[in-house]
């Protein structure tokens, strides 16, 4: 069929190829927000909105569908400054873990030094993997795997292998997941002000700059004279911090420290920035790509739990990994035909 | 810090770590598995038992196979991560099929891993999706697919089909019946592996796909049948398992499975790279992990303990067995 679409192309005026490669590009680009909106219009229509008091766009749904989806979103927006860099990080579900267990031990201290030790400690072990990757030249993926199995002894150890209650939760931790921001809910806020400011340091920061040279030739980024092994630690560093800060989020919502939470969530971060168009290669994507494939999966996901009772819950993870691979498919025959 | 101490020592002691590596791979590996086996003989009451033996070896069965699979794999340059949820699937179709007669169960579940191992490779080759993207959704899709049958409830027969169990539970003289069948298939591994045109073409293809296609190897076939191999032993796998605890559990068989077996096959010295392969370092690394697990336990050292010491042996094979660059 490509074929066929090849032969149309070679027969097609130049500029019928010009714009259908514009086309095509710009699928590729912004796919995963077209996705999005046709998404959010099927569901406006089969659930309705506030106009008809249907339960879809309505305020307090869209804003549980963000808040709920708050926590993989600030993974996603780490994972994908490693992800530009070439790199994966598998340990950030672990070291969510390793946040939120932290917490929860010291939760009955000031607020302020609660958030700054947990978050700190993630943020030295996002550290660690950054050294080992660029100081002892290991892969990113067996060093994140490895730091994956490790934190999760930690989380277990600091924990006692049992979840750790909040008994009395101080009001700051528990403003971290209930409070308001004006109409918003501190969680939503958080996220929005994390890809606000991610967006600022991609792309008009020299640090910023350097992860996508990085990303883009990480041999050229060197000859260049960049300095490699520190963009390499800031972006674990920074995955590091973000898984943290989620862990937080997720023991002052569930009220307690899960030494086993965060399990898989490395994948559906993965799986949100590679919908959002990011390449796993390294050098392409961006950050408001990543904020919308959280978003696509967290409103499919919202839609296939409203149709709960003729999609059985367990055909929902069948149709998840449908959808990626089809989303991944798409893009990839779009951009190969570009090239 | 940690790092830093570790610097120290490498200096310090830099000679004998550069002799360690020197070994080569798999001989790094196989010291490391011997000391650790000789620092348990000495140091764990009742380790040097022939029966902890063959329960290590019962133990490591299902990971050995997965890492087995995942060693041809990863030598042509992949990775597969839905092996936990191709478990689940094999353990999930063998329960439901059991009433038609054993052999047409396995053989449905066998198939239908395989299978699921061919598009795995089919969507990799031929429609070029990178292996990590397609094998993390057939995780995702593949343990949906394992719960449908039983709404993720477990499916217990147990006492039932006492032949099937047999796999799981039997013994022949005094090795374990599944021991048999991870040392048959790693047997056949390593003679696929070094005898044959096919086991070649697997770290050719991982070598240089490019130059591997032109000299005349079919790397779609090729790249195909190893995703399809890995789905047929973790296949296999699932079905142990299920056998061994005479029930199908979809929600819980395999989980995190993949990592144990990635985690061995880096061990062993087969590089994530690709063009490299030796099922042997696998052996080694899935045993070391096991003897970890089994010694903690009879040392009663927390769990929680035994995963950072896992993690740090990880990352030290990686180390030592680095390619030497200038």
Redesign the interface.
């Known amino acids: 069929m490509s074929q066929a679409a090849a032969a149309i192309d070679d027969a097609g005026s130049t500029r019928g190829r010009v714009a259908r490669a514009k086309f095509a590009s710009f699928i590729q680009r912004q796919g995963a927000l077209v996705a999005l909106i046709l998404v959010c219009l099927f569901a406006s229509w089969r659930y309705g909105t506030f106009l008809d008091n249907g339960s879809f766009l309505t305020g307090q749904n869209l804003l549980n569908v963000v808040a709920q989806n708050s926590m993989v979103g600030l993974i996603a927006l780490g994972m994908t400054f490693v992800i530009l860099t070439g790199g994966?990080d598998l340990s950030v579900g672990s070291l969510l873990a390793v946040g939120g267990v932290i917490a929860a031990t010291l939760a009955g201290n000031n607020f302020i030094v609660v958030l700054v030790v947990s978050v700190g400690a993630t943020t030295l072990l996002g550290l660690?993997n950054g050294?080992?990757i660029a100081?002892?030249?290991?892969?990113p993926?067996?060093?994140t795997?490895?730091?994956?199995?490790?934190a999760?002894?930690?989380a277990?150890?600091v924990a006692h292998?049992k979840p750790i209650e909040i008994r009395n939760m101080t009001g700051g931790f528990r403003w971290l997941w209930q409070g308001m921001i004006g109409p918003l809910p501190v969680p939503i806020v958080m996220l929005v002000a994390a890809y606000f400011i991610g967006w600022l340091v991609l792309n008009h920061t020299r640090f910023g700059r350097h992860v996508y040279a990085l990303g883009d030739n990480e041999e050229a980024a060197r000859l260049m004279g960049l300095n490699v092994g520190r963009v390499t630690l800031g972006v674990y560093a920074l995955s590091g911090a973000l898984a943290g800060l989620a862990g937080v989020i997720l023991a002052s919502r569930l009220g307690s420290g899960q030494p086993v939470a965060g399990?898989g969530f490395e994948?559906d971060a993965?799986?949100a920035v590679?919908v959002g168009g990011t390449l796993?290669?390294g050098g392409q994507g961006g950050v408001g790509s990543t904020l919308v494939g959280v978003l696509l999966l967290g409103v499919l996901f919202n839609i296939l739990n409203n149709e709960g009772d003729w999609i059985?819950?367990?055909?929902?993870?069948?149709?998840?990994?449908?959808f990626?691979?089809a989303v991944?498919?798409i893009q990839?025959r779009l951009s190969?035909r570009k090239r | 810090m940690q790092n830093a101490g570790q610097a120290g020592r490498t200096q310090s002691a830099g000679g004998a770590w550069s002799r360690l590596g020197a070994l080569g791979p798999t001989y790094g590996a196989l010291a490391a598995l011997l000391l650790l086996i000789i620092a348990n003989a000495v140091f764990t009451r009742n380790f040097w038992d022939i029966n902890n033996f063959w329960n290590i070896l019962l133990q490591v069965a299902p990971t050995m196979l997965v890492a087995t699979g995942m060693t041809f794999v990863i030598a042509t340059g992949g990775i597969d991560l839905s092996v936990g949820s191709v478990m689940a699937i094999a353990a999930s179709m063998a329960a439901i099929n059991l009433e038609r007669g054993i052999l047409p169960a396995v053989c449905i579940a066998l198939l239908v891993t395989t299978a699921v191992g061919a598009l795995n490779g089919t969507l990799i080759s031929i429609f070029r999706i990178q292996p990590i993207i397609v094998t993390l959704a057939v995780l995702i899709a593949g343990r949906g697919l394992a719960q449908i049958p039983s709404e993720g409830r477990l499916i217990e027969f147990k006492g039932h089909y006492p032949a099937f169990e047999y796999l799981g539970t039997g013994y022949v003289g005094p090795i374990p019946v599944q021991a048999l069948v991870m040392l048959l298939v790693v047997a056949a591994a390593i003679f696929v592996m070094r005898a044959t045109s096919f086991g070649r073409y697997v770290v050719a293809v991982g070598g240089n796909e490019n130059a591997s296609r032109l000299a005349g190897v079919k790397v779609h076939r090729t790249k195909i049948a190893v995703y399809a191999l890995s789905g047929l032993l973790a296949g296999l796998a699932g079905l142990i398992e299920s056998a061994r605890g005479g029930a199908s559990d979809p929600s819980n068989v395999g989980q995190g499975i993949e990592l144990d077996a990635i985690a061995a096959v880096v061990i062993g010295g087969t590089a994530l790279t690709g063009g490299r392969a030796t099922i042997g370092g696998t052996v080694i690394g899935a045993l070391m992990m096991q003897v970890i697990t089994t010694s903690f336990n009879m040392q009663g050292i927390q769990f929680a303990w035994s995963l950072v010491i896992k993690a740090a042996i990880i990352i030290v094979a990686v180390y030592v067995q680095r390619p030497k660059v200038a």
């Open positions: 994966i660690l050294l080992v100081k002892v030249r290991i892969q993926f067996i060093v795997l490895a730091m994956m199995i490790a999760r002894g930690l277990l150890r292998e399990a994948l993965i799986a590679v796993l290669t059985g819950s367990y055909w929902q993870g069948v149709l998840r990994g449908i990626l691979l991944v498919i990839n190969a």
